[in-house]
């Protein structure tokens, strides 16, 4: 592990949720950076699996143990991963009704690329606005990373925006949800992958 690779830390899991769902976890580190333009060089990464995912190539993806693992997940959680996609079938669904992958803005793009690279999918959270993460049934009975002053984020959606970095951030929460069956190397790499495209454009 280099000196730029972040500290991995794992969400505290309430027993409840461990019970129901064993081997679900969520995995954070904290890292330098906002929000902001692309820089060109992930573009260029971006571009270049826009290029690789063609038709058969993203029909198949989905059966690759990564994601078929996140769709059998979905599925747990009572969702229609046909209905609700995966992060990187969103992507790849973008991908294919678009013809690329449009650069958006950082910390988005950084978060994209860990997914397509890893078939994990990857959030931020406004480092500052988020205490010690547990994750738990919500009231509205879905699950959620909370913290002492509330939910801080539904799993698999976008954090609410008093959560989001924004104009200001100079620090960022990335988040990672394991699903039951992906290694650890696999959510280290996505995290890692993530890091360091927000570091670079940070530094």
């Known amino acids: 592990m280099s000196g730029r690779d972040p500290e991995l830390v794992a969400a505290a899991v309430d027993p409840l949720v461990a019970a129901e769902h064993p081997g679900l976890r969520v995995w954070h580190a904290r890292v330098p ?3 902001g333009r692309t820089p060109p060089g992930l573009r260029e990464r971006l571009a270049l699996h826009a290029d690789r995912l063609r038709g058969r190539e993203a029909v198949a993806l989905r059966t690759r143990p990564v994601p078929w693992a996140y769709r059998v997940l979905f599925r ?7 209905v609700t996609r995966t992060p990187l079938e969103e992507l790849v669904v973008d991908r294919l009704l678009h013809g690329g992958f449009a650069a958006r803005a950082l910390p988005e793009d ?9 078939g994990v999918g990857v959030w931020a ?4 606005a988020a205490g010690a993460l547990t994750l738990r049934t919500g009231a509205d009975g879905r699950l959620a990373l909370c913290d002492d002053r509330g939910t801080a984020t539904v799993l698999f959606s976008p954090p609410p925006p008093e959560r989001a970095p924004g104009r200001g951030t100079t620090a960022l929460l990335l988040v990672a949800v394991q699903a039951p069956g992906v290694d650890d190397l696999v959510i280290e790499e996505a995290l890692w992958t993530a890091a360091a495209a927000t570091i670079d454009a940070a530094s």
């Open 110 to 118: 950084a978060l994209a690329l860990a997914t397509l690279e890893t």
């Open 76 to 82: 747990h959680l009572g969702l229609d991963p046909d």
């Open 33 to 35: 950076g906002g929000t």
């Open 125 to 128: 959270l406004h480092a500052d």
